[in-house]
């Protein structure tokens, strides 16, 4: 028997296990329909109109996911590195070097921005 059988049945049966929970739930469910539920939102506040040109997204917003990006590759290339750094010598050394110089530009750029001023 080919050893990958089990894992695909597993996967079989999680899938139809999931489209089955979110099938019954939708025909078995209950269906309590009002005015409050059908309306955008249920709070009763009436949404205001869009801005024009879609409108304008506070800097904040791509600071933060600047310093996501900025930590999230670091520590992806940091952590093999740190697995092998006996194997690279010198030359891991200077290169790791580098990445940590390059990665430093715009985490200074960033606090320069105040994007960690989380008020």
Do not use: C, H
């Amino acid at each position: 028997m080919n050893p990958y059988v089990p894992v695909i049945m597993m996967i079989a049966v999680a899938g139809v296990l999931a489209v089955a929970g979110v099938g019954l739930s939708a025909v078995l469910g209950p269906k309590r329909y009002n005015q409050a539920k059908l309306d955008r939102y249920e709070s009763g506040v009436q949404p205001t109109p869009a801005a024009e040109g879609g409108g304008r997204v506070p800097i904040k917003y791509f600071l933060v996911a600047m310093t996501f990006i900025i930590f999230d590759v670091e520590v992806v290339f940091l952590y093999p590195w740190a697995v092998a750094y006996q194997q690279f010598a010198l030359f891991g050394y200077i290169a790791i070097v580098t990445f940590l110089a390059l990665i430093t530009v715009p985490f200074i750029y960033e606090w320069r921005r105040g994007g960690f001023d989380w008020e």
